[in-house]
């Protein structure tokens, strides 16, 4: 299993559903921090960062991240992840066409790519698929790499189309799902008005297993998360877009937030 900080940056990347194109096209910047409450004692202490830049277009867009640990979550766990994805805009959302990472820890480098075709979806190096269930080819097409579903935030038609639907996403071993709740506006809270948002929508989302894993005993599979996470969406400015802002979950570890901590838009 991930660890739990890292598995939420993940979980943000791929907890953005949407389902219409941008009324024009934009660039947007995203700075996010990570924080734990260690075994739900007081006080939070930050174990990651993520960056994001993408370019929405009418046709196709673009997405690179860049997700680093740090304290407690380094010592742990020291890998820091540099990815990005691109891919043409179908039926007003972002679909997957070659997406890659690079993993990088104290004693080595891992660089993959992933492309999806018509076909079935391409991997380099190869990966030898395992768990149960098995990640077969058709259920790989069903997904979408992370980076793919954290870019169709800014796609949204309005508020109630971010928490309508799940979404499935395939990280290049494992086929996770993320189910979103129907959602509710909440208000702004001062910091995020600070940031220039001027609406938020909030929704319970649950993870789920699809496909592609292999679990050991005492790997804390049915309680590493204690209920649904909280997802929340905002938008920037009078006319949008709307981007993911937060997640938040309690999980075996401590509670653990993702969090918005800059964003700017321009033209592409």
């Known amino acids: 299993m991930k660890s739990v900080p890292a598995a939420l940056a993940l979980a943000v990347l791929a907890a953005t559903p949407a ?3 941008p009324l024009r096209p934009v660039k947007v910047e995203m700075s996010y921090a990570g924080v734990l409450n260690a075994l739900h004692l007081p006080g939070e202490m930050k174990v990651l960062t993520m960056t994001a830049v993408e370019r929405a277009g009418a046709t196709d ?14 010592t742990l766990k020291h890998v820091d992840i540099r990815t990005s994805s691109t891919g043409p805009v179908e039926g007003g959302a972002p679909h997957p066409r070659a997406f890659e990472f690079t993993t990088t820890e104290p004693k080595r480098t891992k660089h993959v790519t ?10 380099t190096p190869p990966h030898h698929d395992g768990g149960h269930p098995f990640p077969t080819p058709a259920l790989k097409l069903t997904a979408a790499d992370p980076v793919t579903v954290f870019s169709r935030a800014p796609y949204a ?22 189910r979103f709740q129907p959602g509710h506006g909440t208000p702004i809270e001062p910091a995020e008005r600070g940031l220039g948002l001027t609406a938020a929508e909030t ?9 592609g894993f292999t679990h050991r005993p005492g790997d804390h599979k049915d309680d590493w998360l204690n209920g649904a996470m909280i997802a929340r969406f905002g ?24 969090e918005l901590t800059s964003v700017k838009l321009e033209a592409p």
Not at 61 to 74: D, H
Not at 235 to 258: C, E, H, M, Q, R
């Open 203 to 211: 929704c319970p989302v649950t993870y789920a297993e699809v496909a």
């Open 19 to 21: 389902a219409a194109q």
């Open 157 to 178: 038609r309005d508020a109630a189309a971010l928490c309508a639907t799940n979404w499935r996403f395939f990280d290049g071993a494992q086929i996770y799902e993320l």
């Open 235 to 258: 938008k920037v400015g009078a006319d949008g877009p709307w981007i993911f802002i937060s997640l938040k979950a309690d999980t075996f570890l401590g509670y653990a937030k993702l």
């Open 114 to 123: 992933i492309t999806w075709t018509p076909a079935g979806v391409l991997q």
């Open 61 to 74: 867009w673009a997405t690179g991240a860049v997700i680093q640990t740090f304290g407690l979550l380094r």
